[in-house]
């Protein structure tokens, strides 16, 4: 069983930065894709990145796609999500997400097998 445990939201003006983690206990296998949803009040939760178990691919959605960097640790079996130039947009709680089978734009909430607890960034414009 893989657990996660997601952290690292606040709240910070636009323009400004966040960096989100997301630790994962329990021996998370080493194929398995990584990678964050959001979910915007009243909203439902959306694809927002992930990164393949090698490290060496990463997928963003159209409206994080160059200010957000995802990147992973393996020694410590941490996910990070880099958050820049924030927008007011961004509001939203966080969840950290992690699947065996693969994570991209098309891939919807309900396909996901493990989720953290989310954690909540405010964007004040």
């Known amino acids: 069983q893989v657990q996660l445990v997601g952290s690292g939201g606040g709240l910070v003006q636009a323009g400004g930065s966040l960096r989100l983690s997301c630790a994962a206990s329990?021996?998370?296998?080493?194929?398995?894709?990584m990678g964050w949803f959001r979910q915007p009040p009243g909203k439902e939760r959306e694809f927002v990145a992930s990164?393949?178990?090698?490290?060496?691919?990463?997928t963003y959605s159209d409206a994080v796609k160059g200010r957000f960097t995802i990147f992973r640790d393996d020694a410590s079996n941490t996910v990070y999500l880099q958050m820049d130039s924030l927008k007011a947009e961004d509001t939203a709680v966080y969840y950290c997400?992690?699947?065996?089978?693969?994570?991209?734009?098309?891939?919807?909430?309900?396909?996901?097998?493990?989720w953290g607890q989310g954690t909540q960034v405010t964007v004040s414009s």
């Open positions: 329990g021996s998370p296998p080493s194929n398995f894709f």
């Open positions: 997400a992690a699947d065996g089978s693969s994570m991209g734009r098309a891939t919807t909430a309900k396909e996901i097998v493990y």
């Open positions: 990164i393949t178990g090698s490290g060496r691919t990463m």
